[in-house]
């Protein structure tokens, strides 16, 4: 399998049916689709622990994972990153290069959404000008530059 998956509009677990923005799955539909590989693949769950080494009398799937998340054992807590590592705090740079210079009090076109000013940081931009242009706050995640990446034309983020 090469590269890195991107969600296609089409819920991954074969149903036809469109998933939303940025999404592989509709709700619960990722662990449908994962029950349903193990059933076929390994018969049953606990097939599938002790094909991978987990399950009584072998390694504990539970602490591993603790440990793998830098949590103490019996922790229940979610690591929950802090509001200022959000995809909206101006420097947050997107997997396509694209990075949050300011919040505008502009109203953007998705419900509730302001528009944010996002800068094309590729290097096509590195001889003139970076391309500035206005996108939602929902959208930020998954913005592509409309100049050199194809993506959708920005909003207009001036007054």
Do not use: W
Request: aromatic share 6%; with cysteine; charged share 25%.
């Amino acid at each position: 399998m090469g590269g890195r998956l991107l969600p296609t509009g089409k819920c991954f677990c074969g149903c036809g049916l469109d998933a939303a923005v940025g999404k592989f799955f509709l709700s619960s539909h990722d662990r449908k689709a994962e029950a349903a590989v193990i059933a076929l693949v390994y018969g049953s769950v606990a097939a599938f622990l002790v094909a991978h080494g987990y399950g009584p009398g072998r390694r504990n799937a539970h602490l591993e994972r603790e440990r793998a998340q830098n949590r103490p054992a019996g922790s229940s807590k979610r690591s929950i990153p802090p509001k200022s590592a959000g995809t909206t705090t101006p420097g947050y740079r997107n997997p396509n290069d694209q990075v949050v210079v300011r919040k505008t009090d502009l109203p953007g076109t998705d419900h509730l959404q302001k528009i944010y000013v996002l800068r094309c940081e590729r290097p096509e931009h590195a001889r003139g000008r970076a391309r500035e242009y206005g996108a939602n706050g929902s959208d930020i995640h998954l913005r592509r530059c409309p100049t050199c990446q194809g993506g959708r034309e920005g909003l207009n983020h001036y007054k």
